[in-house]
């Protein structure tokens, strides 16, 4: 099955400054990567997806690449804020896997 | 618009006792739905998922069991909780499409065995 590594496990940034969260998924036919951002106490929501077909993706402070030969794909956030503090999760998918393999997440600290 | 309900929001359960945590969606039907396990500090592991009634793949062999009894709900069970169980349990679902679709989170339940 798919597994999906997610790396650093914990990342602490200055505000204003920019965080990289990279992931790496073993499947090949995985083709659907989102990213979930979970606060403190609550439910993990959607930040940003990409699919296979596309590279790269923004939308505004955050964006997100795919490299689909070394099978990685990583989460941008640029100008980081306060209110950026949270786990992240990436995941992965595949056409009718039916399932959402995540990542082990990220504690992103943004510190003022 | 489509809702997502889970509980109870807390539970606090002796060890070797049942379980049940219900889930139920309202708003779509034939959700894919799922079960994940969040331990403290940790990642959202997959436990059950179900593409319809009465079909559930197991992903993680332990003492715990999932059902669909109807096209909306989703039950998470046990007969007998270790203390391994704890944690933070997640239900979800996905739109009826093969792939590539946001899943929506219920509130969890936090669960505590003691």
């Known amino acids: 099955g798919e597994n999906v590594e997610q790396h650093p496990s914990t990342l602490s940034v200055q505000e204003g400054d920019s965080a990289v969260i990279k992931c790496t998924y073993s499947d090949s036919a995985s083709n659907y990567f989102p990213w979930y951002k979970q606060e403190l106490g609550k439910r993990p929501q959607l930040i940003i997806d990409?699919?296979?077909?596309?590279g790269e993706k923004k939308d505004q402070r955050i964006a997100v690449t795919l490299n689909k030969t070394a099978k990685h794909f990583s989460l941008h956030i640029t100008e980081t804020q306060p209110e950026d503090s949270a786990v992240y999760f990436c995941a992965a998918d595949k056409a009718a896997g039916n399932k959402l393999t995540f990542g082990g997440g990220t504690r992103v600290l943004v510190k003022p | 618009s489509q809702t997502i309900h889970q509980w109870p929001a807390t539970l606090v359960q002796p060890v070797g006792s049942p379980l049940s945590l219900e889930c139920t969606v309202e708003g779509t039907s034939n959700p894919n739905l799922y079960w994940y396990r969040q331990a403290a500090g940790r990642g959202l592991q997959l436990l059950f998922y179900s593409v319809g009634i009465g079909q559930i793949s197991s992903e993680v062999p332990q003492n715990l069991s999932a059902s669909r009894p109807q096209d909306r709900q989703f039950i998470l069970s046990s007969k007998k909780l270790l203390l391994s169980d704890s944690g933070f349990y997640l239900c979800?679902?996905?739109?009826?499409?093969?792939?590539?679709?946001?899943?929506?989170f219920g509130q969890g339940t936090r669960l505590t065995v003691v």
């Open positions: 990409i699919r296979s077909n596309v």
């Open positions: 979800a679902w996905r739109g009826p499409v093969l792939t590539g679709t946001e899943a929506f």
